[in-house]
């Protein structure tokens, strides 16, 4: 398993459990299909685009009070969104 596919599913793991939802539940959230995080887990792969895509769904959506897990990037901010 690469990197930035451990990454993602760190991320998922740790957004369901703060979220009190199920993983197939968060992929159906971030991809619109409920097996593609357990597929990621498996061996499968996704394209540079969906994987940014689903950080920064993640960053957008991060649960208030959860510190974003440590050696992860997390995408800055667009400021033309901010105002």
Known sequence: MTTLVNNLLVLADQFAAATKRS???????????GKRLSRLSEGFDIGTRTFEAAVVWFSDHWPEGLDWPEGIPRPARDETEAA
């Open 23 to 33: 993983r197939a539940r968060v992929s159906t959230l971030v991809f619109n299909d």
